[in-house]
């Protein structure tokens, strides 16, 4: 039972233009959610991040939105670098009790930008 | 430098046989997770402990061991149990946000 899924597994996009990452999750218990950027052979590390509280939450090129009515968010990332490159996580945490802190993972989305 | 150590990088092991992976923390993090990714699967928990000498099965704890008799060690062993032991394996600690190791890749052949 995928509780959070990325369900494009690639995206390409030109240098400069925007990409939009998507991620959907069943769990009504999560409240918080992460976006992670892993390089091969590497471990993720953290992006931006957003409490339910919120719709959006933005960090210089990169904004993430939530739908929570939908369990929708989505991660932009204007204007995309090549070095922006790499696959992209989503993640998602329930509010506390035994859970808290455990994160759950979407399949990640590998993004490429050309130049 | 405050980080998490992952070794080895690269690790082979022959079927049947049990070998352990190594994650060391000085970022002085109470809670420590093991994950495991595969190819189009996303990272999925093994294990986790919220605290010395504490530790909960995650998703996919079969075939899998740990200990945390120290705060900054939190060794994951692969049993020969494990059915799909080839894997990349993350550790990660947390105190407000997660932090990575760097993975090791194992490949039993």
């Known amino acids: 039972d995928q509780q959070v899924k990325q369900n494009s597994p690639s995206l390409s996009v030109q240098e400069g233009r925007i990409s939009i990452l998507n991620c959907d999750y069943t769990?009504?218990?999560?409240?918080?959610f992460l976006w992670y950027k892993k390089y091969p052979a590497e471990g993720p590390t953290f992006l931006i991040s957003?409490?339910?509280?919120?719709d959006k939450n933005e960090d210089g090129r990169f904004t993430v939105f939530l739908n929570k009515s939908a369990k929708h968010l989505s991660l932009h990332i204007v204007p995309s670098q090549p070095g922006d490159s790499a696959v992209y996580f989503c993640?998602?945490?329930?509010?506390?009790?035994?859970?808290?802190?455990?994160?759950?993972f979407g399949q990640g989305t590998i993004l490429t930008v050309h130049p | 430098d405050g980080g998490i150590t992952q070794s080895p990088k690269y690790l082979f092991r022959k079927e049947g046989q049990n070998v352990t992976l190594s994650c060391e923390q000085n970022?002085?993090?109470?809670?420590m997770y093991w994950y495991r990714q595969d190819p189009g699967q996303g990272l999925r928990l093994i294990y986790y402990?919220?605290?010395?000498?504490?530790?909960q099965k995650g998703d996919i704890a079969e075939g899998y061991s740990v200990s945390r008799e120290k705060k900054e060690s939190f060794p994951l062993t692969v049993t020969s149990a494990q059915k799909n032991p080839t894997a990349f394996y993350l550790c990660?600690?947390?105190?407000?946000?997660?932090?990575f190791g760097s993975g090791t890749r194992l490949t039993v052949v």
């Open positions: 993640a998602a945490s329930p509010a506390g009790g035994t859970s808290y802190g455990k994160l759950t």
């Open positions: 402990s919220q605290i010395v000498n504490d530790f």
């Open positions: 957003i409490s339910s509280i919120k």
């Open positions: 769990n009504s218990m999560f409240d918080y």
């Open positions: 970022l002085n993090h109470d809670a």
């Open positions: 990660a600690s947390r105190e407000y946000g997660y932090t």
